[in-house]
């Protein structure tokens, strides 16, 4: 082999190790590894996310000395939403020993499921992934909170029902479905087939492939010519912006547009003005106007401790950042609190989410309070399934149009826990519970 050979091979490998290398961690603290994506087609979606997670957390080290007098120990590794490059940097951070490991990609998430139990390392699928994780009993390890994608469409149902009068007057409706065309999009189509048959409509799908997220011309053709009467999305990255961009340009009715609760700010307002009237569900607030943020803005932000540009802190996105991280700090000193250790471990956060209890007097001392509503996990219930709100761009910012709409819980627990046990009988022998739910919950 020739010196240049020797070098170049050496080269490519300590490039390789350098992109999932995170430095030691020291010993009185936790580690918290982040998943995100800066680069790719997903970018425009989490950038934002990524900024809000890490300056949360960041605050917490800066403003506190970390969590019960613990340091955060926080690395990203870059995943580009590719789900290779998130298993990769998922077997890079496993020998650190995360007290969690939080995907941000359903394509991540599913394969690490059957990991999780075997790695003691929770997961922490923020209202993303498999909806039927929510059943804590069969997945003791995944954790999807506040609410899942089944949720989700049913809460976006009960608010087109509201709007027609009533769920009943949905009967010889047509809605319409456009959806990222991989395991996030099909995911709730399931409950779509059920929720037609149960209410009468007719449910119109036009899946959208990664590869064509930018050229949707076809799907919203179809509209054209099916002229349902409401379109329901779940997008993401660069699908959500030419979506909307589609539906302005086919003069399709914006308050009649209601997607999952992904879309930024950007999205909407890179159609312009036609985009005035295009909705989203919410459970949180899209502004900085919460102490919380203020908190992130002084030790973070204007500390220069920050990759996010200042107007992007308290929008949609960011603040869905913040929540994330808020969920995953508070797990760690549940997880404290109950064991009563300072460094704790996957294991120990596992319980904490079991035992996450944050009331409004707890949003109050978070400085969240009016930033969103309360949460209650269990043993048995690893989700929540929170009421949600509905808000709708005014062609500048996103603003509260709905009060708080809780999921059709009637029709979404059945399948969940129907879907739960599927998924165990497909996947046995599937690991049990390693204590019973009912000694806790």
Same mark, same amino acid.
């Given at each position: ?5 020797? +070098? ?61 007098? @613990? ?27 995360? =007290? ?14 059957? /990991? ?59 809605? *319409? ?45 179809? =509209? ?23 539906? @302005? ?46 908190? =992130? ?8 401790? +920050? ?35 300072? @460094? ?25 309070? *009016? ?8 043993? +048995? ?58 000694? /806790?919950?």
């Amino acid at each position: 082999m020739t010196n240049l050979k020797a +070098s170049l091979l050496a080269l490519a490998a300590t490039t390789a190790l350098t992109a999932f290398a995170f430095p030691a961690q020291a010993e009185d603290s936790v580690f918290v590894p982040l998943f995100t994506y800066r680069t790719g087609p997903f970018a425009g979606s989490g950038i934002f996310i990524a900024d809000g997670m890490h300056d949360y957390l960041t605050m917490l080290n800066e403003r506190d000395g970390g969590i019960g007098g @613990v340091k955060i120990a926080v690395e990203e590794c870059e995943t580009g939403y590719d789900t290779k490059k998130g298993l990769e940097c998922y077997e890079a951070v496993k020998p650190k020993n995360p =007290v969690m490991v939080n995907p941000w990609s359903t394509g991540i998430t599913l394969p690490l499921i059957p /990991r999780a139990a075997v790695d003691k390392i929770p997961i922490l699928s923020m209202a993303y992934g498999l909806s039927a994780s929510a059943q804590g009993d069969t997945f003791p390890w995944i954790f999807n909170p506040p609410d899942t994608y089944w949720d989700g469409f049913s809460q976006i149902l009960k608010f087109i029902g509201g709007q027609e009068g009533g769920l009943d007057k949905l009967k010889g409706k047509k809605i *319409g479905y456009i959806y990222l065309d991989a395991g996030f999009g099909r995911e709730p189509l399931p409950l779509i087939e059920q929720l037609a048959k149960d209410y009468g409509f007719e449910a119109k799908l036009y899946p959208v492939a990664a590869a064509e997220m930018q050229n949707q011309s076809a799907q919203w053709l179809n =509209v054209r010519r099916d002229r349902p009467d409401y379109m329901v999305m779940y997008g993401w990255g660069a699908m959500q912006p030419t979506a909307i961009k589609e539906a @302005v340009k086919t003069n399709y009715p914006m308050d009649k547009f209601i997607s999952i609760w992904w879309p930024s700010e950007d999205d909407a307002r890179g159609a312009g003005d036609g985009a005035k009237g295009f909705k989203m569900l919410n459970w949180h607030g899209s502004t900085p106007d919460f102490p919380v943020i203020k908190d =992130v803005q002084k030790y973070v932000v204007d500390a220069g401790k +920050s990759q996010s540009p200042k107007e992007k802190v308290g929008t949609t996105l960011y603040n869905r950042g913040v929540y994330n991280s808020m969920l995953i700090a508070e797990a760690i000193r549940t997880a404290q609190q109950v064991t009563g250790k300072k @460094v704790v471990t996957g294991e120990d956060v596992r319980r904490g989410l079991e035992d996450l209890n944050i009331d409004a007097a707890r949003l109050k001392a978070l400085g969240m309070e *009016g930033f969103t509503g309360p949460i209650k996990l269990s043993c +048995s219930d690893h989700n929540g399934h929170r009421p949600t709100f509905v808000q709708q761009w005014d062609g500048t910012k996103y603003v509260k149009v709905s009060d708080w709409i809780e999921p059709l819980s009637d029709k979404v627990q059945p399948l969940l826990q129907a879907d739960a046990k599927a998924y165990a009988e497909k996947n046995a022998p599937w690991p049990a519970r390693t204590e019973a739910c009912d000694a /806790r919950s």
